[in-house]
């Protein structure tokens, strides 16, 4: 697998994957440079794989014999059909898509994937499976919107070669730009004649990245879903509930605080003020499930 796949090699996962991304950013801020990005929206990415071109691409990597016949096997004769209220449609054979959830479905796709145009020096790539990102940094947005450009025109021809659809208009571009920086917005870049909006927040691997990478929006998100979590264990987070203090704190640990701890590594050059946010958060459900009064 090529190196900027993060998504199927071992000992990586989207914390070092987004950790790598807003590093470049940060160290572009220093440097008085501009990122800018594109990220794009795969459409039903593991449903889109042509099973013939999977197969013709384990060839040409010269796979053995045994690991091709029994992808087919795994892949081949599998038929749909489909059921409304009292009428079921006649069977049709499925000719393209690997098993979503498959044991190894992501590595088939990432085969696939692994195959996509070597950017240019002034280009770089951050993929996690289908999660994908592009890009590049200058000092001028006019450079940022030709350096992208270049190579989302390399990038179409091989998506229309392998069939691969991508939602233009579900895709996002941003530029990172420090706090501060004035900016006139360049022209959208495009893909297939469509442009991709320039947007000021965009989700990446499941963290909203905003144009200045304060996390601001991304720490506002965050804690939404664990404050609802408490309400709905409220009962079963406080002094009068049969629980056990420790099987409380347990809950803690496993329906709440991973919400919290997600992608940290990445927010490390977030403001003070916002990481004082959740752990303000933090201390309240502590202080919930083991009764501990407020300081």
């Given at each position: 697998?090529?190196?900027e796949?993060?998504?199927?090699?071992p000992?990586?996962?989207?914390?070092?994957?987004?950790?790598r991304?807003?590093?470049?950013?940060?160290r572009?801020?220093?440097?008085?440079?501009?990122?800018?990005?594109?990220?794009l929206?795969?459409a039903?990415?593991f449903?889109?794989?042509?099973?013939?071109?999977?197969?013709y691409?384990?060839?040409i990597?010269?796979f053995?014999?045994y690991?091709?016949?029994?992808?087919?096997?795994?892949?081949?004769g599998?038929?749909?059909?489909?059921s409304?209220?009292?009428s079921?449609?006649?069977r049709r054979?499925?000719?393209?898509?690997v098993?979503?959830?498959?044991?190894?479905?992501?590595?088939l796709f990432?085969?696939?994937?692994?195959?996509?145009?070597?950017?240019?020096h002034?280009v770089?790539?951050?993929l996690y499976?289908d999660?994908?990102?592009?890009?590049?940094?200058?000092?001028?947005?006019?450079?940022?919107?030709?350096?992208?450009?270049?190579?989302?025109?390399d990038?179409?021809?091989?998506l229309s070669?392998?069939?691969?659809v991508?939602n233009?208009?579900?895709s996002?571009?941003?530029?990172?730009?420090r706090?501060?920086r004035?900016?006139?917005?360049p022209?959208p870049?495009?893909?297939?004649?469509?442009?991709i909006?320039w947007?000021?927040n965009?989700?990446?691997?499941?963290?909203?990245?905003?144009?200045?990478?304060?996390?601001?929006?991304?720490?506002?998100?965050?804690?939404?879903?664990?404050?609802q979590?408490?309400?709905?264990?409220c009962p079963?987070?406080?002094?009068k509930?049969?629980?056990?203090?420790?099987?409380?704190v347990?809950?803690?640990?496993?329906?709440?605080?991973?919400?919290?701890?997600?992608?940290?590594?990445?927010?490390r050059?977030?403001?003070?003020?916002?990481?004082r946010?959740?752990?303000?958060?933090?201390?309240m459900?502590?202080r919930l499930?083991t009764?501990?009064?407020?300081?």
């Open positions: 697998m090529r190196d796949q993060f998504g199927l090699r000992r990586n996962s989207t914390s070092l994957q987004l950790a991304f807003v590093e470049r950013i940060t572009n801020f220093g440097e008085k440079r501009l990122t800018g990005a594109v990220f929206d795969v039903k990415a449903y889109t794989v042509w099973i013939d071109d999977l197969h691409k384990l060839t990597l010269k053995p014999s690991i091709i016949h029994t992808t087919s096997s795994y892949l081949q599998r038929t749909f059909e489909a409304f209220q009292t079921t449609s006649s054979g499925v000719r393209a898509g098993t979503q959830g498959g044991l190894i479905s992501h590595v990432g085969l696939i994937v692994n195959e996509m145009p070597s950017p240019s002034h770089d790539l951050a499976a999660d994908t990102a592009i890009i590049t940094t200058s000092r001028k947005p006019t450079f940022l919107v030709s350096y992208l450009e270049s190579y989302l025109n990038l179409q021809r091989w070669e392998w069939r691969i991508i233009v208009s579900k996002t571009a941003i530029i990172f730009a706090a501060g004035r900016l006139i917005q022209r870049v495009t893909l297939f004649d469509e442009p909006k947007v000021d965009t989700r990446y691997l499941g963290v909203t990245l905003d144009k200045h990478i304060t996390w601001s929006p991304h720490i506002d998100q965050v804690r939404k879903i664990p404050a979590r408490m309400g709905m264990l079963h987070l406080n002094t509930s049969d629980f056990s203090v420790r099987n409380e347990l809950l803690h640990k496993q329906l709440i605080r991973p919400m919290m701890d997600y992608a940290f590594p990445a927010c050059f977030a403001a003070c003020t916002h990481v946010r959740l752990h303000v958060l933090q201390s459900c502590v499930a009764g501990a009064p407020g300081t």
